[in-house]
């Protein structure tokens, strides 16, 4: 902890010199490679591209490459700094290296070869990367492997004119094979390739991480800091953010905080790397700006793994906006730290070259939260703070308070600096509107607020002015679904003072015809300003309108959901999870139920028209046939709120009976957890699921 501080503060105020860590040293007999040593510092700041695996999976083609490259000028994405065309794995001939030890690019995807394509993506203004495996080619298991023919392969990328290169551990662990020892000899290779080319190193070991098995420390992607920095501009610090084709927010958070674990380790040429950026794999607008505005603190590189040919106007805007961007390729190259405590809400903390601080609040709740810090915090000193809002372009001045409302799974990105001059707009912040009683019952913070047809709830929404001249006359109008009504509660002030704050809240009653899905609440805050006259700050909030509740006697699985998550693929209706087998556990196969990998949350309303619900717990046969590691999870059913039932960590050979009291519940969990071990082959089952309403 005390050296965790250490290393904050002197981030925070620019003491701290980054370097390589004193242990990577490479074996002897081989020459070291550094960014202080070598002649050029390849990409000073963090590289931004796109690359093929999530957008297009197995056997990309060149002709969706030079479609991809081509829209990355059109879509103005290159002149915004995205560089580099990435051809990730599978682009190898089924028998993937030739009788004299060259690579062969599959002739089906590539006719003519990849120096044709690699010539086109530099005519372009591009720059090409390539991908390939530390650890040798093992039918079967993996693809592609350069064991053996480092200097080879080096050679053969350089001739082709590749500009990057990636190089994975698949076939690496499979050979167990010592990841330090073998990437630094790589690095060496591509060092001095025949033909004298700069190419960038991404080393790659995310099959390693704890999700995945009980690897060794040293052979884990989490222990790849403390030698990457001498040898690559990048490194992957876990395991992959998604799928092909799904990146979920959950995710990304993850691989964000196992990325945060060293930021002492990046600098200008070499940068932790969380992994890829997911615009519309899975996630809403909202989580994906997150995972921007996450990224860019954390000086990552910036590498789009979506199709970008099918991204929404939105997407792109996110994507290419230039004060986020400034943020990430800043030339200090230093990576953003947290300050206060880990939570549901928490700050994080960049130090910018000419001393300003990228501070970004960020919710990771499911409700919206209004979330402060100070200047002080962010290592700033003085009494009077130039705040621009990096996503609105927004720029006021706060006495000494950043506070931004922030919707869930979103977060809050300011440039932060000191004022001079004349004073500014008084940092105002107009609040989300909050839904904090549905009925009778008060809605638990950080919970995802739900309603349903006939009912009454109150919503509350919060103005502050944390500038350091008051504002007068605030007022906020509450504008709801048609056939909706909103009705005030109480007046509003007419002075709002520095450093205070006003709540004005409404009733609403949605009718009892209001449709399933998602409803919008928007809030129009107003106020005066000296000088500026009437200003105005429009926000919005999601609220979940619920299905029916059930009736009679019912099977939870058959009945519609309000959402459904799944560690990986999606839950599956009386399947286990994929879909693959009938439920089944310690050799009984069970009719009904759900089948879920942990982490999962399904939710279901029940409107207080329930009473008992039965199920049994556990981890599904399948995982029988993938090996010993892993599946354990914990079960738990909440009812608004309240654990009504907990099942301890189970493993493949435990189940559990539950018989749980449903009397008075509104909004139903079903929760699988990882008991702590991660998800390896957690494939977990609610059986029966039958209700009594």
């Not at 297009?56 to 103005?76: C, N, Q, R, V």
């Not at 502050?464 to 007068?472: E, L, Q």
Request: some cysteine; aromatic content about 8%; proline content about 7%.
């Amino acid at each position: 902890m005390k050296r965790h501080l250490t290393v904050l503060l002197a981030l925070l105020t620019g003491l701290l010199v980054v370097q390589a860590p004193a242990h990577a040293v490479p074996p002897a007999g081989t020459v070291a490679v550094t960014a202080s040593t070598s002649q050029q510092i390849l990409s000073p700041t963090p590289y931004m591209g796109w690359n093929t695996y999530y957008a297009l999976g197995g056997d990309p083609t060149a002709a969706e490459i030079k479609s991809t490259a081509d829209f990355l000028i059109s879509s103005g994405l290159r002149d915004a700094g995205y560089q580099y065309v990435w051809i990730d794995g599978n682009w190898a001939a089924p028998t993937p290296r030739s009788s004299a030890g060259d690579l062969v690019p599959n002739p089906d995807q590539f006719p003519n070869g990849l120096k044709p394509l690699v010539d086109y993506i530099h005519a372009k203004g591009l720059k090409a990367g390539i991908y390939t495996d530390a650890g040798p080619y093992i039918p079967g298991k993996c693809g592609l492997g350069s064991h053996g023919y480092y200097q080879h392969d080096a050679n053969q990328f350089a001739a082709w004119e590749f500009d990057a290169v990636k190089v994975d551990y698949l076939c690496g662990i499979a050979a167990d094979l010592d990841p330090k020892t073998v990437y630094t000899e790589f690095a060496n290779a591509l060092r001095n390739n025949a033909s004298g080319r700069p190419m960038i190193f991404n080393l790659c070991n995310p099959v390693t991480s704890p999700d995945w098995g009980n690897y060794p420390q040293e052979q884990q992607s989490t222990y790849s800091w403390s030698y990457a920095p001498a040898i690559a501009q990048s490194w992957r610090t876990y395991t992959d953010v998604g799928f092909i084709g799904e990146i979920k927010f959950k995710d990304v958070l993850r691989n964000y905080d196992a990325n945060a674990r060293h930021p002492e380790a990046a600098g200008p040429g070499h940068f932790n790397d969380p992994d890829y950026l997911g615009p519309e794999l899975g996630m809403s607008d909202e989580e994906f700006r997150t995972q921007m505005t996450l990224w860019s603190v954390a000086a990552a590189p910036l590498v789009i793994g979506s199709d970008i040919r099918k991204l929404s106007q939105t997407s792109l805007g996110i994507l290419a906006d230039p004060d986020v961007l400034a943020i990430n390729q800043d030339s200090a190259g230093i990576q953003a730290v947290r300050v206060g405590p880990a939570g549901t809400t928490e700050t994080w903390v960049k130090r910018l070259a000419n001393g300003d601080r990228a501070v970004v609040l960020l919710n990771r709740g499911d409700s919206p939260a209004t979330l402060t810090t100070e200047a002080s915090s962010a290592g700033l000193s003085g009494n009077r703070f130039t705040l621009k809002n990096s996503w609105t372009d927004r720029v006021t001045e706060s006495a000494g308070t950043i506070s931004a409302a922030v919707p869930a799974h979103g977060a809050a990105l300011f440039r932060v600096a000191r004022a001079t001059g004349m004073p500014g707009v008084p940092h105002v912040v107009a609040g989300l509107p909050q839904v904090t009683k549905v009925g009778d019952d008060r809605v638990p913070a950080g919970v995802a607020p739900v309603a349903a047809g006939g009912d009454q709830a109150q919503v509350e929404v919060t103005v502050r002015n944390d500038g350091a001249r008051p504002v007068f006359e605030p007022r906020v109008e509450l504008a709801v679904p048609a056939g909706w009504t909103a009705r005030p509660i109480g007046k509003a002030p007419k002075l709002l003072t520095p450093n205070r704050s006003a709540t004005q809240a409404f009733t609403i009653t949605l009718p009892e015809t209001a449709a399933p899905g998602t409803a919008t609440l928007t809030a129009t805050t107003s106020y005066e300003v000296t000088g500026k006259g009437r200003l105005r700050q429009e926000t919005a909030t999601a609220l979940v309108v619920a299905p029916a509740p059930p009736h009679g006697d019912v099977v939870l699985s058959h009945h519609a959901w309000i959402s459904a998550t799944s560690g990986w693929m999606t839950p599956t209706i009386d399947r286990s999870v994929g879909g693959w087998t009938p439920i089944s556990m310690l050799g009984q196969v069970h009719p009904t139920g759900i089948g879920v990998a942990s982490p999962s949350t399904i939710r279901y309303y029940l409107g207080d028209r329930c009473t008992r619900l039965a199920t049994t717990v556990g981890i599904d046969d399948a995982v029988r046939n993938v090996g010993p590691e892993g599946g354990t999870s914990t079960f738990q059913v909440i009812g608004d709120g309240q654990v009504l039932f907990d099942s301890g960590v189970l493993s493949r050979d435990d189940t559990r009976q539950a018989d749980i009291d449903l009397t008075g519940v509104r909004v139903l969990d079903l929760v699988v957890g990882d008991a702590g071990d991660g998800g390896y082959n957690d494939r977990a089952n609610w059986a029966g699921l039958n209700a009594t309403c």
